[in-house]
């Protein structure tokens, strides 16, 4: 079986791939690399030239290799032809939210990560937050665009974002009436998710499966974002940006992220790896949102976690791989 990784995408997310790709390339130096492009082409590239590439969270990556196929679909008949198990450095919309998992899935094609129906639903926050909800896990309510100029002044500060989005894209935090405007342009275009602005300490924390199936919570991280607000920049670009991990939480504080993080990881039904972000709060801990694919760039939070718990990221790679055969086997 041809260990092959797949990035890019088509989507805003494919800088956060590109950078996600160069990690994976260092650790799987014999694998495979095939880009997905923005026009849905899949390209083969060399290994030097993704390392080289310099800047990749603003950059686009233009691939030096021969052409796979026009499109995704015929990659992944490609990719069944050749027997290849694809290692996931996607992140966002068709790569994350279930359909390019199901076009694997119907080829056998085998894949890390999540499969497609626990990935489609936890990419939809509003889904999501109602499926963790049940686990026990508690998550803010929504507010419908139609209340929002009520809300703001119930709450005094909302939040938006993208119903289907990740990597803080298109935050928009709603402050004062002015703000509302920006709300309704950008709902205008994609669903947004808009709840309370909830005060407190940023968290977010991993879940791991390990090949035997026990499923490990790996340590909490604390976020300090630059300037206040965790969006793209802060947590791609910004260097001000601080991820404390383990975070300096108290014990009992620790223990309730990650018993929440597994809770969400099994109400969405998630495989391999996932990691959910919250709030420390006055009322407690607050669920934001998982992430079936998060980043693993060298500047992400999810290999930070690994390294705090002593697993190196070549080995949780191999993991994921065996996982992904023995999924497909079954």
């Excluded at 359909?99 to 489609?120: K, M, V, Y």
């Excluded at 669903?191 to 991993?206: D, H, K, S, W």
Aim: hydrophobic letters at 40%.
């Amino acid at each position: 079986m041809r260990i092959t990784i797949l990035f890019g995408g088509t989507n805003k997310e494919r800088l956060v791939s590109v950078a996600s790709a160069q990690a994976l390339c260092e650790a799987l130096p014999d694998a495979d690399l095939w880009f997905w492009d923005a026009d849905d082409s899949v390209h083969a590239t060399q290994a030097k030239t993704l390392t080289a590439h310099t800047r990749p969270f603003e950059h686009d990556f233009k691939p030096d290799g021969r052409g796979i196929a026009r499109t995704i679909e015929d990659a992944l008949d490609q990719a069944r032809a050749d027997d290849r198990l694809l290692v996931l450095g996607l992140h966002g919309g068709r790569a994350e939210n279930g359909e390019l998992q199901a076009a694997c899935e119907i080829r056998g094609i085998p894949f890390t990560g999540s499969g497609s129906a626990s990935s489609n639903l936890a990419f939809d926050k509003v889904a999501a937050k109602r499926f963790v909800a049940i686990a026990g896990v508690k998550a803010p309510v929504g507010v419908a665009l139609a209340d929002i100029e009520e809300a703001l002044a119930e709450h005094g500060r909302l939040i938006a974002k993208p119903t289907h989005d990740g990597s803080s894209y298109g935050l928009i935090f709603v402050n004062a009436k002015q703000d509302l405007v920006a709300v309704h342009t950008a709902a205008k275009s994609e669903g947004y998710l808009i709840e309370p602005f909830i005060a407190g300490i940023e968290a977010t924390c991993g879940v791991l499966e390990q090949p035997d199936g026990a499923i490990l919570s790996l340590p909490p991280i604390e976020i300090v974002p630059a300037e206040g607000v965790f969006d793209y920049h802060a947590k791609y670009i910004a260097k001000a940006t601080q991820e404390i991990c383990p975070g300096r939480f108290a014990p009992e504080v620790t223990a309730a992220l990650q018993e929440n993080a597994i809770r969400a990881h099994r109400a969405l039904s998630c495989t391999g790896y996932s990691r959910s972000d919250f709030v420390v709060s006055e009322k407690g801990i607050i669920y934001l949102e998982t992430n079936t694919l998060p980043g693993l760039t060298k500047a992400s939070l999810y290999p930070k976690a690994l390294k705090a718990q002593g697993i190196g990221f070549a080995d949780f790679l191999q993991q994921q791989i065996v996982l992904a055969e023995r999924r497909t086997r079954k």
